[in-house]
């Protein structure tokens, strides 16, 4: 089960237009004040009596659609409605989707599961993996949701048509990579495309708004706290809950601990290199079976894969969607495949189909997101929601969150020099991981509210989990999240790998749970060591 994704999903056209460009984060980020942006300060009821309305909710629960994809029976659906703008509740208004799993015996209440992105849809996830979550309801109705601008929440998209996740349109041809206006045009231009496709609810996406829609959500269901489990991006929105809600927090969990501090460009570094190390791990592994497509010696079989990048690059293959399968594309797919080891075998299926018989469909399957929750999870027409919905969402609330932005005429400076930090960094992933450097130029400017003010945290303590061989959110973060959040954080140390523990490790898992069900709460400074897999 992939629930955990991270905020990594950049491919196609405008990547290409830049050719491996790489910048010192700091280089590349304009200088001044931060600023408060579109997604505002935190509002609380109390502050604005238009809010009323919105926590006077009940929720209609009722059968979730199937459309033969064999979701759960057990599984209800229903929604919320949250203001569009928190700034005019009276104005225009957006629903919710929420799907849940009734409590097995008496319930205390809810515990709500964000899977992270930003962009996964809670629905389809829950749907899909919801033998991971059954222990929880031996006390509680297990509830998720789609963020606003995901899956069924009024999502977001770039369009029709469009080549790669920043938007730009399918006839766009590749600029030249020596001319840094024509770069900055195209990536200008896909940000004007995501702007026409995605409706009103473009402006009013971000983590400081969803971390609202949280609290209305907590009232309709009843409960006086939030119980709340977060993986990877899940746990910047926990995190700002925590800031925004003190007195409503109840047990909080963090799996995969984000970072509240560092800027995009830093971020993409981290995690290009963490997949990078997660890349050489793999083929050490593959290259132990004689199926592997790349041989059997792990060294050549890294310059293959290099190699296999740069050649799609160059010419890529036709797939059935129309859409040409890219090197960049191939670079997305292996970045969501290798934060679990669990998806390895089927990678390595995938990559022998690619290299034997040109065959995407494979990895274009953990291009849409994983093989956990395909398609859509059958849980309405995949036609409702954009293809492109996860990562134009994540491209989104990344913009909004951060108030950093790349200026022009600091990327037209730097562009000569931009290639060797990241090609080094991973000759694999540089190129892709780049493009969240670059992705926000053009977008009104972020909210800095995430920056300056979610930190000493004022609640019950916290469960913050950080796994030290993560390859997108690296345990360094945990630490210094813990240190930012305040006293109230504790942080359990996982020894294993992969993106999270609460999927990959049976000792994180009872811990969890342990301290979601009972409130018991291991001691600042435990540890988990190598495990068996928790139930699956």
């Known amino acids: 089960m992939l629930f955990t994704h991270h905020r990594c999903a950049f491919a196609g056209a405008v990547t290409l237009a830049l ?13 001044g004040p931060a600023t408060a942006g579109a997604a ?44 569009l703008d928190y700034a005019k509740p009276g104005a225009a208004t957006l629903d919710i989707a929420l799907a849940r799993f009734r409590a097995t015996g008496d319930s205390r209440g809810s515990v709500l599961l964000n899977f992270g992105g930003p962009g996964v849809s809670g629905v389809s996830e829950l749907a899909a ?14 509830v998720t949701f789609d963020p606003r601008g995901v899956g069924r929440s009024s999502p977001v998209s770039c369009g029709d048509g469009v080549a790669d ?50 609290d209305i959500m907590r009232d309709a269901l009843g409960d006086k706290k ?42 993409a570094l981290a995690g290009t290199e963490g997949l990078q190390t997660a890349l050489e791990d793999f083929l050490t592994w593959c290259t132990d079976d004689i199926s ?50 669990k998806l390895w075998p089927a990678l390595s ?55 950093d932005r790349p200026t022009a005429a600091r990327i037209t400076r730097n562009l000569d020099r931009l290639r060797a930090e990241y090609e080094e960094a991973s000759p694999v992933f540089g190129r892709y991981r780049l493009t969240q450097v670059l992705m926000c130029y053009g977008r009104p400017k972020g909210t800095d509210y995430i920056r300056e003010d979610v930190r000493d945290v004022d609640t019950p303590k916290m469960l913050l989990v ?31 790998e992969g993106h999270t523990g609460y999927g990959s490790s049976k000792c994180v898992h009872e811990k969890v749970d342990d301290f979601l069900l009972y409130g018991r709460l291991a001691d600042a400074g435990s540890s988990c060591g190598a495990q068996e897999r928790p139930p699956s």
Request: hydrophobic content about 35%; some cysteine; charged content about 25%.
């Open 349 to 403: 299926q995938a990559l022998r189909s690619l290299v034997e018989d040109g065959d995407t469909r494979g990895l274009m399957r953990f291009s849409a997101g994983g093989i956990a929750a395909p398609g859509n999870g059958g849980l309405v027409d995949e036609a409702d929601i954009p293809l492109d919905n996860l990562p134009a969402a994540l491209m989104a609330v990344n913009c909004a969150d951060d108030p």
């Open 19 to 31: 050719v491996g460009v790489a910048l010192p984060p700091q280089a590349l980020l304009g200088a």
């Open 226 to 267: 939030l119980n709340y489990l977060g993986f990877s991006y899940g746990t910047r929105l926990g995190a700002v809950y925590a800031a925004q809600f003190p007195d409503k927090a109840g047990r909080l969990v963090l799996d995969g601990v984000d970072t509240l501090t560092e800027p995009l460009g830093e971020q």
């Open 129 to 142: 993996g919801s033998d991971y979550f059954m222990g929880l309801t031996d006390g509680y109705d297990v």
């Open 165 to 214: 996740p920043t938007g730009g349109p399918a006839e766009d041809t590749e600029p030249d990579s020596d001319d840094p206006q024509a770069a900055l045009k195209l990536i200008r231009k896909s940000a004007d495309a995501c702007a026409k496709h995605s409706g009103p609810v473009l402006p009013h996406i971000g983590t400081v708004n969803v971390s609202r829609d949280l």
């Open 40 to 83: 505002g300060q935190p509002v609380t009821a109390a502050e604005r009596p238009g809010l009323s309305r919105f926590y006077d909710q009940k929720i209609d629960w009722g059968k979730c659609e199937d459309a033969g994809m064999g979701i759960p029976e057990d599984l209800q659906c229903g929604k919320v409605t949250v203001p």
């Open 466 to 496: 950080g796994t030290r061989g993560d390859p997108a959110t690296p345990y360094r973060w945990t630490v210094e999240t813990a240190k930012r959040l305040g006293p109230s954080a504790v942080v359990l140390d996982n020894k294993g």
């Open 292 to 341: 592997c497509a790349f041989g059997q010696d792990p060294r050549t079989a890294r310059e293959h894969m290099v190699d296999l990048v740069r050649s799609l690059d160059e010419d890529p293959l036709p797939t059935e969607f129309g859409e040409p399968f890219s090197g960049q594309d191939l670079a997305g797919a292996l970045g969501q495949a290798l934060y679990s080891k």
